[in-house]
């Protein structure tokens, strides 16, 4: 998920902090969402597929497999 992740939110252009902006947690939250310090909520994981405009499903696959 990690560099699923990061790959999704360079490819649109955000930084991690507006990222995070976006969806109402911080960067340092981010941060470690892509570090695979942290796991998402479901909540979280909805407005990140929101965000980066990708199915919740791909994200979902992605923490579940650990990529």
């Known amino acids: 998920m990690r560099q699923l992740l990061r790959t999704l939110r360079e490819e ?3 930084s991690q902090g507006a990222l ?3 969806i109402g947690v ?9 570090r ?3 796991r998402p ?12 405009d990708v199915p919740p499903e791909t994200l979902l696959r992605a ?3 650990g990529a």
Do not use: D, M
């Not at 911080?26 to 892509?34: A, P, S, V």
């Not at 909520?41 to 980066?52: D, G, N, T, W, Y």
């Open 12 to 14: 649109r252009g955000l």
């Open 63 to 65: 923490f579940k497999e």
């Open 20 to 22: 995070a902006k976006k």
């Open 41 to 52: 909520s479901i909540r979280v994981l909805l407005r990140l597929a929101q965000a980066l």
């Open 26 to 34: 911080t960067q340092g939250y981010i941060h470690q969402l892509e």
């Open 36 to 38: 695979g310090i942290r």
